[in-house]
C-alpha cells in the first residue's frame, strides 16, 4: 500500500503542532510554576539548598548572589537551620562556586558551623544528587531549594525524581528582571526542561 504525500503531509502537520503545543505548554508550566512558588509564604526545613550559579573573579554573580542572600534570609528568620551551597568550579574556573558562597555568607553573619558546600557539581541534577548525598552524612532530611524562579519547575521535578523531601523557594530578588532577560532564561529552560521529562523514562535511577 502505498502513502500518499497528502497523508504524509497531513501527519508532518500534526506532528509539528503537537510538538508546539507540548512545548508551549512546558512554557506556561515553567512560568507559572515560578509564580506560584513566590507568592506561598516559606516553609520550615532542615536546610536551604541553594542551587549553584556564576562566579566572577571570586564573587558571587548577581545571579548567585540573589540566590545565596534568600537561603540567609531563610536561615536568619529561622526557617531553616543549616545553608548548604552548592556547585563545582566553572570551565576553567579557579573556585567552586559552593565555596564562594560560604565565604560570603560568614561574612553575612552566617556560622560556618550551619554551613555545607558541596564542590563537586557541575549541572543542576549534580546539585541536588551530590547535595542528598551530604545531607543524608549530616542528618538533614527536609529541604528548601533556592534559585530563580524560571528555573523552579526543573529543578523541583528533579527533587523529585530523587525522592528528596523539598520545597520551592524561588529567591524574590532574581537578577532576571525585565522581559528582555527572563525570555532567554525561559528558553534554556524551556529546552533543559523538556529534554529532562522526555528522557527521564530511559536515565538511570540514582
Not at 82 to 106: P, S
Not at 120 to 131: A, D, G, V, W, Y
Not at 193 to 198: A, E, L
Amino acid at each position: 500500500m502505498t502513502i500518499s504525500k497528502k497523508s504524509i503531509k497531513r501527519s508532518v502537520i500534526a506532528l509539528f503542532l503537537f510538538t508546539l503545543s507540548y512545548l508551549l505548554f512546558n512554557a506556561y508550566s515553567i512560568w507559572t510554576f515560578g509564580e506560584h512558588s513566590a507568592q506561598r509564604a516559606p516553609l520550615y526545613a532542615d536546610a536551604a539548598v541553594v542551587l549553584g550559579a556564576a562566579v566572577w573573579d571570586g564573587k558571587p554573580s548577581p545571579v548567585f548572589q540573589a540566590r545565596i542572600d534568600y537561603g540567609i534570609k531563610l536561615y536568619k528568620k529561622g526557617y531553616v537551620r543549616k545553608i548548604i551551597f552548592t556547585g563545582g568550579k566553572g570551565h576553567g574556573g579557579k573556585w567552586a562556586e559552593a565555596e564562594v558562597a560560604r565565604d560570603y555568607a560568614i561574612k553575612q553573619g552566617v556560622s560556618s558551623a550551619h554551613i555545607l558546600v558541596e564542590t563537586q557539581s557541575k549541572i543542576t541534577e549534580e546539585n541536588l544528587l551530590f547535595t542528598r548525598k551530604l545531607a543524608k552524612a549530616s542528618g538533614l532530611s527536609t529541604f528548601a531549594i533556592v534559585s530563580d524562579p524560571l528555573h523552579m519547575k526543573r529543578s523541583m521535578t528533579m527533587a523529585k525524581k530523587l525522592d528528596m523531601d523539598a520545597y520551592a523557594a524561588p529567591t524574590p530578588n532574581s537578577a532576571y528582571k525585565s522581559m528582555k532577560t527572563k525570555l532567554p532564561f525561559l528558553l534554556r529552560e524551556l529546552f533543559y526542561y523538556t529534554g529532562y521529562v522526555v528522557l527521564s523514562p530511559v536515565r538511570p535511577v540514582h
